[in-house]
C-alpha cells in the first residue's frame, strides 16, 4: 500500500429545532424517518435506538457496505460514530450540537478519515471538501424539512 492518507473535513448546519429535539434524530434507527435514502440493519443495542457501544451495519448508494460503533455518546451535546469500510478507509464522524438561542442549534459535523487501502487512498484523493457538502447539504435539507413538517421529504 501507498502511504496511508489522513483526511479531515468539517461542516456546520443551522436547524430549526433545540438540541433536545434535533439530538434523538441523529441516531440510526431514529433516521428511518427523516433520511429518504437511509437503510441500517442494528447489531446491537440494549435500548434499540443509538446508544454507547450500539453497532449497527449500512447498505447506502455510493458508500457501500460499512459497520458503525456509537464511540462517543454525550446527549443532547455529541455523538461520535466510528465507521469502518475494512476495503477501503476508517472514519470518526463527530456531531456537536449546540443550542443558538430558543429552537435553533447549530450541528458541527467532523469527518476523520482514514485510508487502509490503496482504494482507501484513491476513495480520500477523490473524496473532496465540494463532495463532501454537497452530501451533507442534502441531509440537511432533509432534516430541515422533517423539523418543520414532521414527515420525511
Avoid at 48 to 69: N, Q
Wanted: hydrophobic residues 35%; proline residues 6%.
Amino acid at each position: 500500500m501507498n502511504d496511508t492518507i489522513r483526511s479531515l473535513k468539517k461542516y456546520e448546519m443551522s436547524v430549526p429545532a433545540s438540541p433536545e429535539q434535533v439530538f434523538p434524530l441523529l441516531c440510526p434507527v431514529k433516521e428511518l424517518e427523516w433520511l429518504p435514502y437511509w437503510n441500517c440493519e442494528m447489531i446491537y443495542s440494549k435500548s434499540g435506538v443509538a446508544e454507547l457501544d450500539c453497532v449497527f451495519k449500512t447498505d447506502l448508494p455510493d458508500r457501500g457496505k460499512m459497520v458503525w460503533v456509537v464511540t462517543q455518546y454525550e446527549p443532547p451535546k455529541l455523538v461520535q460514530y466510528t465507521i469502518l469500510k475494512p476495503q477501503s478507509h476508517t472514519l470518526n464522524l463527530t456531531i456537536r450540537v449546540r443550542s443558538e438561542g430558543s429552537n435553533s442549534s447549530l450541528l458541527i459535523w467532523q469527518h476523520v478519515f482514514t485510508s487502509l487501502t490503496d482504494e482507501g487512498n484513491q476513495y480520500l484523493r477523490e473524496y473532496t471538501d465540494e463532495n463532501l457538502r454537497l452530501h451533507l447539504q442534502k441531509i440537511e435539507e432533509c432534516l430541515v424539512h422533517f423539523l418543520k413538517t414532521g414527515e420525511m421529504m
